[in-house]
């Protein structure tokens, strides 16, 4: 059976953590939304020029010019086996737009689709959110909370400096958590109603979250 993965959940609920490890261990590609359109533009190709044209003034890409991307991301071979879609869709309207891409690819093809909810309360991710560390040479990205840092100040893979990104504070995480609540609320019932949502409880660590996902594919999703 294809296995067909989406992951919705807000910033900081840890869900592209858990993403990367489930490709790992299931051997389908992570795709995520962001990086996806990034690279596109990079591409210089005619639908990253267009998608360009919008992010580039702070707009939104029209939700036809994304669903084709996606589309052609998800048409390629090796998604043939299945895919873990991050970040897409965000709202009814790109559910709309991925179910009319799924009914085209699929059409011959014996898959599942699976959508896992990262829950988590608005407290517990504005806690992560203001603790979040980043470092400014490699990326890497840490928890004061969480993780125990020798020097909180240091990146402890390159040794570069670890800031805080200007929009980790609680009243930009608060807009930014009621924003995207207003956006997914309708996406998770959508597919809660067609029984396709598996909820996780994101506010626990890492390892028993990826247990809990894991036990959640075996029970679910057929193999
Ligand atoms: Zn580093």
Redesign the pocket.
């Known amino acids: 059976m294809k296995k067909e993965f989406i992951f919705i959940g807000p910033p900081g609920s840890g869900k592209g953590t858990q993403t990367i490890m489930l490709s790992k261990e299931f051997n389908l590609p992570h795709i995520d939304t962001g990086s996806l359109l990034r690279e596109e533009i990079a591409s210089g190709s005619q639908a990253g020029k267009l998608a360009d044209s919008y992010i580039s003034k702070g707009q939104l890409a029209p939700i036809t010019l994304v669903a084709s991307i996606i589309k052609n991301r998800i048409s390629k071979e090796d998604c043939k086996n299945g895919f873990i879609l991050d970040g897409y869709p965000r709202s009814s309207e790109q559910a709309e737009a991925l179910d009319d891409i799924l009914k085209e690819i699929d059409k011959n093809e014996n898959a599942q689709l699976t959508v896992f909810y990262f829950e988590i309360g608005q407290d517990k991710l504005i806690e992560r959110l203001v603790n979040r560390r980043s ?1 400014e ?2 990326g ?1 990205i840490y928890n004061l909370k969480t993780m125990k840092l020798k020097d909180e100040n240091t ?1 402890e ?4 400096k670890l800031i805080r990104r200007d929009d980790d504070t609680e009243e930009v995480a608060i807009k930014r958590f009621e924003t995207y609540f207003k956006q997914t609320a309708p996406l998770v019932d959508l597919y809660k109603k067609r029984n396709q949502l598996i909820t996780i409880d994101a506010s626990k660590d890492i390892n028993t979250i990826y247990k809990d996902l894991t036990g959640a594919i075996k029970e679910n999703v057929h193999s």
Do not use: Q, S
């Open positions: 470092c040479k490699c890497a990146c893979k390159c040794g570069g």
